[in-house]
T-cell receptor
């Protein structure tokens, strides 16, 4: 088990559904990240939050909407997803973006779009 | 565009062998190079390297960075079946750019 907790572990949803992925860390980290990982590919960065503010959006389609309610929580709201959005969604956190500190990953949510 | 290339992409060895995994990179603003091990779920952090020529070591794993030649290696000695995983190299700080990974299989 990692110190970054993601729920749910698995999610199956239809293209018209609205769902949310959740990520929580209690390490006092001030930077949090969402990555998307397709099978047999490396993780690809989607969003970065620093001190609860969106710092980077890697041109992610608007059907993915991140939210950082506080320094410990990061959500990813999903709406009108496409089958190609099926992937492992990984959350990560680090102490801060201005320092050379490693990112620590959660176990991910495996998302399937029907 | 920042680029990270790992080799080999796949490696199969016998338990007890020593392996060397390679990572080369081309980035505009180098901050750090990280190695992760990914089995079925979360990439697990192994090492972060920022300075050239300084070896990081943890048990049977070690890694070194060459900032002049723009590469890093990850060594695993006396391999065990539990070392079977995908090993990912990433460069960056806030934004990590990952290589394709090396899929390592250790046969008993």
């Amino acid at each position: 088990d990692t110190e970054v907790t993601q729920t749910p572990k698995h999610l199956v949803m239809g293209m018209t559904n609205k769902k949310s992925l959740k990520c929580e860390q209690h390490m006092g980290h001030r930077a949090m990240y969402w990555y998307k990982q397709k099978a047999k590919k490396p993780p690809e960065l989607m969003f970065v939050y620093s001190y609860e503010k969106l710092s980077i959006n890697e041109s992610v389609p608007s059907r993915f909407s991140p939210e950082c309610p506080n320094s410990s929580l990061l959500n990813l709201h999903l709406h009108a997803l496409q089958p190609e959005d099926s992937a492992l969604y990984l959350c990560a956190s680090s102490q801060g973006i201005g320092r050379n500190q490693p990112q620590h990953f959660g176990d991910g949510t495996r998302l399937s779009i029907l | 565009e920042d680029k990270v290339v790992q080799s080999p992409l796949s490696l199969v060895v016998h338990e007890g062998d020593t392996v060397t995994l390679n990572c080369s990179y081309e980035v505009t603003n180098f901050r750090s190079l990280l190695w992760y091990k990914q089995e079925k779920k979360a990439p697990t952090f192994l090492f972060m390297l920022t300075s050239s020529g300084i070896e990081k070591k943890s048990g049977r794993l070690s890694s070194i960075l060459d900032k002049k030649e723009l590469f890093s290696i990850l060594n695993i000695t006396a391999t065990q079946t539990g070392d079977s995983a995908v090993y990912l190299c990433a460069v960056g700080a806030q934004k990590l750019v990952f290589g394709q990974g090396t899929r390592l299989t250790i046969n008993p």
